[in-house]
């Protein structure tokens, strides 16, 4: 197996396992459930109960702490099996660099540009690709997500290290306009800010926020599939997770019962803040 396949695989196989404790964790949660619901009948104000309810939070937080760590990997996956489908680099991982090297000028092509602060030279040999056609990227902000990722995978430091490296992911006329406007030594989060200004979808916030606020459950999506859905898109309109206004939008689109089954558990402790994460995660353990 090579070193490729054999990542994928690990990937996969801690991404199975995760699942397979997080569903552990919604059974369990399942069976609280239940037996709640049969002891709430008569022994409501029992210690019975009282020890049910709190082994009920005490497994509603290894199920939101299971799920973050689902989503997590899942993400990493997706983004390991995307950046291995696009057009990737075929340079040698190990090269140091004449002044003759370079093609894109002043960001890389001045001399001993090779001779980094920490004394590093390779290069990954998948890094992702911006804007050059085919299958590269063309958001901005997936890309250099990706790019940045690559370079904490081989220990690089983004800081230190873009400058570097940019000018094998894109276009001679993007790796211009960079040498024009940032300092090859700008901070990482610096240069993010900048480069996603120039090439980001400058309305993408506001078109995602009418998207976001007009959603509803599409035919043959599960309630918490939904969820999964109009958590994604929160985050990519930047809404805070405490927005009253997006929370109670949210509640809104699911059936009656299921609201009153959410503000119950707001009265009880189940939910213990009105947050559209918190919202979520309980529709995620929902038996529904």
Not at 148 to 154: E, F, H, K, L
Request: one cysteine or more; charged letters at 25%.
């Amino acid at each position: 197996m090579d070193s490729l396949s054999d990542t994928e695989f690990k990937l996969k196989s801690n991404l199975s396992t995760a699942k397979g404790r997080l569903n552990s964790q919604m059974e369990k949660l399942a069976n609280i459930d239940n037996e709640i619901l049969d002891t709430s009948f008569n022994k409501k104000d029992s210690p019975e109960y009282e020890a049910l309810t709190q082994k009920q939070k005490g497994c509603l937080t290894m199920v939101g702490y299971f799920r973050s760590i689902v989503e997590e990997m899942t993400h990493s996956l997706n983004d390991y099996m995307e950046i291995n489908s696009i057009q990737i680099t075929e340079t040698p991982k190990q090269h140091k660099f004449s002044q003759e090297s370079f093609a894109f000028g002043s960001v890389v092509g001045t001399s001993g540009a090779w001779k980094t602060v920490d004394g590093r030279n390779d290069i990954p040999s998948n890094l992702p690709q911006f804007q050059k056609g085919g299958n590269s990227f063309t958001d901005p902000e997936r890309f250099l997500t990706a790019f940045r990722r690559i370079m904490v995978t081989y220990g690089l430091d983004p800081s230190i290290h873009w400058s570097r490296l940019l000018p094998l992911c894109t276009s001679e006329n993007v790796i211009r306009w960079v040498e024009r406007t940032i300092k090859p030594l700008t901070p990482w989060p610096t240069m993010v800010q900048q480069f996603i200004n120039h090439y980001g979808d400058k309305f993408k916030v506001q078109r995602v926020i009418q998207e976001m606020l007009s959603s509803r459950p599409r035919a043959n999506e599960s309630l918490s599939q939904f969820c999964t859905r109009f958590q994604l898109l929160a985050d990519d309109a930047q809404i805070e997770d405490d927005s009253s206004l997006v929370v109670r939008y949210l509640i809104s689109v699911f059936p009656e019962q299921i609201q009153w089954m959410i503000y119950q558990a707001v009265d009880n402790g189940r939910i213990a803040k009105m947050t559209i994460n918190q919202v979520c995660d309980y529709i995620h353990v929902m038996p529904i």
